[in-house]
């Protein structure tokens, strides 16, 4: 029985594709031509898309190596050490986001912000509730 549900399935949506494609043929046309132009509009912008990821890849390694360097060299104390760790890698996020990820703050990336907002705040919940469940286990499982 499942066979025969399988291939009805199966034909339906053959008929769906061959539909598709022999009405909309001229559309599909009109696509590629207009890729094609887009593409061939574009030809500047590909030349010079190298420069961000070259300059993120720049401010990673400096941002990288200016912690490792105070760490490794035990030049400060211990907490201005952990203060310029975190501050190096809260910076790195932002490079990542901006050179990497090309996250922009704009209108018509506006979902993008918010799904990055979401995630974080997820994110965020799940350490906070992770750390706060084993201190309370801690404190109940000792033994006073």
């Known amino acids: 029985m499942s066979k025969l549900i399988l291939a ?11 539909f598709c494609l022999s009405c909309r043929f ?24 190298a420069r961000p990821y070259i300059i993120g890849f720049i401010l990673s390694i400096i941002l990288t ?25 809260i910076i790195q996020i932002f490079v990542h986001l ?3 990820m090309h996250t922009k703050i704009s209108y018509e990336e506006c979902w993008n912000l918010v799904s990055l907002i979401f995630t974080t705040v ?19 499982m000792m033994d006073y």
């Not at 001229?26 to 898309?49: F, G």
């Not at 490792?68 to 890698?89: E, P, Q």
């Not at 965020?124 to 286990?137: C, D, E, K, T, V």
């Open 26 to 49: 001229n559309i599909m046309i009109n696509i590629i031509a207009n890729q094609k132009q887009h593409l061939s509009d574009t030809s500047n912008v590909r030349e010079n898309s």
């Open 98 to 100: 901006i050179y990497f």
């Open 122 to 140: 997820v994110i965020a919940i799940i350490i906070a509730g992770s750390l706060w469940i084993m201190y309370h286990l801690n404190m109940n």
């Open 8 to 18: 009805f399935i199966r034909y339906c949506m053959g008929l769906f594709i061959h």
């Open 65 to 89: 190596i200016i912690p490792f360097w105070m760490v490794t060299g035990a030049t400060s104390s211990k907490r201005t050490i952990l203060a310029t760790v975190i501050t190096m890698a």
